[in-house]
């Protein structure tokens, strides 16, 4: 179903077509020369804040050129975005990702050759600039198209549930979502996505948007993880452009980037959970733990499992490693009922809260409440044969 508006005449239009939808007959009625200098206003604003972008985005290369934090190589890459950007405008949207891979392995190979030969500066900062900046064009093209559009999605799914949910915070006022209480490892998303729609519209073009930030994140995360780890800068690029290649493989693609839903930002703070312990943060590993398990809480044990990076390096035999991990284990114990406290605590709340004062509320839901071997091979079963059969028009 879909809403339009129906004129003295007769006739009729989408509500989606017209470039503007009132929410209310004061809104309509509102002067349109008043309207028209606000969005002059918005406009210049606009304007004066992307210059400023762009200067320093400038200033900043530059500064990174003579320091040699980024090569030509580097520019050359980045700088290929502009023209791919309008080569996605040419390409039908179902052949997105088929573009996006096919850039990211050539993109590989030439970073990859450029190690060898001169065995350049590398980080997950200089991912970020060379492969970053091209796959933000590329999903730029796609989705600032759709900010004046309502995105329809597909019934029954994740995706549509949290708008709903984030309607019913932002717009009924129902804050803590009592009438319509998420399952618990929904408790955050939705109160995120609510505040992207604020920012940005109705549209989810920015929610999409930022699922392909997400992605190029976690890549330059999983470089910062591996060069502490003291794998080669080869090893970190070849692991982060797999993770992206297979983001892009068909199914995988529509489901990360263009559904809308948690797993993009999950998996984005669980890196930077890993990320803050392995530097020693433990204030950010406590801050981004927290979030991600708010997140999805079938991140938890992962969440919890990313302390032990904060340990010191273990060294020596099989015997004695296992010697200086479970006496690290003793020495620490405060610390590791203190940070699974903080990611469990919460999450209980919440639910307890849902339990207490909302009637037959449902901690999960039916098609995950397995109670045998075999209960859980068929919702396995139900689950892929549901997933391949939906997909977004």
Same mark, same amino acid.
């Given at each position: ?6 004129? =003295?005449?007769?006739?009729?239009? %989408?509500?989606? @077509? ?46 990174? /050129?003579?320091? #040699? ?42 970073? /990859? ?16 600039? %060379? ?132 797993? =993009? ?5 669980l890196l930077l959970t890993y990320y803050f312990a392995i530097k020693h943060q433990r204030v950010g590993m406590f801050i981004a733990g927290i979030f991600t398990v708010l997140l999805r809480l079938d991140y938890l044990g992962i969440t919890f499992t ?6 010191? =390096?273990?060294? #020596? ?23 699974? %406290? @903080?990611?469990? /605590? ?28 075999? %209960? ?18």
């Amino acid at each position: 179903m879909e809403p339009f508006l129906v004129y =003295p005449d007769g006739s009729t239009q %989408s509500l989606f @077509a017209s470039p503007r939808v009132w929410t209310s007959l004061d809104g309509a009625n509102y002067p349109v020369s008043q309207v028209n200098t606000f969005g002059f206003v918005l406009n210049v604003l606009g304007f004066l804040f992307a210059s400023l972008i762009f200067v320093g985005l400038f200033i900043a290369i530059r500064v990174l /050129l003579q320091d #040699g934090k980024i090569s030509l190589v580097d520019l050359y890459l980045a700088l290929s975005g502009l023209p791919l950007f309008f080569v996605t405008l040419l390409i039908q949207k179902q052949y997105m990702n088929v573009l996006a891979l096919s850039v990211i392995l050539v993109f590989y190979a030439v970073k /990859l050759t450029e190690q060898f030969l001169y065995q350049r500066y590398f980080s997950g900062k200089v991912f970020l600039f %060379s492969f970053g900046v091209v796959l933000l064009f590329l999903f730029l093209a796609l989705d600032t198209y759709d900010l004046r559009v309502v995105t329809n999605f597909p019934p029954f799914q994740d995706g549509l549930e949290y708008q709903t949910f984030a309607h019913n915070i932002y717009v009924n006022l129902d804050i803590f979502l009592a009438n319509t209480p998420p399952r618990a490892y929904k408790v955050l998303f939705p109160y995120v996505v609510g505040l992207l729609h604020i920012l940005f519209g109705h549209s989810a073009s920015a929610q999409l948007f930022i699922d392909t930030w997400c992605a190029i994140l976690s890549g330059a995360l999983m470089i910062e993880l591996m060069k502490e780890l003291r794998l080669t800068d080869k090893v970190s690029l070849s692991a982060a452009v797999f993770y992206l290649s297979l983001l892009f493989l068909p199914s995988l693609y529509i489901f990360y980037f263009r559904f809308g839903l948690i797993e =993009p930002f999950s998996t984005t703070l669980l890196l930077l959970t890993y990320y803050f312990a392995i530097k020693h943060q433990r204030v950010g590993m406590f801050i981004a733990g927290i979030f991600t398990v708010l997140l999805r809480l079938d991140y938890l044990g992962i969440t919890f499992t990313a302390i032990l990076l904060s340990s010191a =390096p273990i060294q #020596g035999t099989l015997k004695n490693a296992w010697m200086q991990f479970f006496g690290w284990l003793k020495t620490n114990w405060k610390l590791l009922a203190a940070y699974m %406290s @903080a990611l469990c /605590l919460p999450v209980f709340l919440a639910v307890l809260g849902y339990f207490l004062f909302v009637p037959d509320y449902m901690l999960n839901a039916s098609d995950t409440d397995q109670t045998s071997f075999k %209960s859980f091979i068929d919702g396995l079963v139900k689950s892929y044969c549901w997933r391949n059969n939906e997909r977004p028009a």
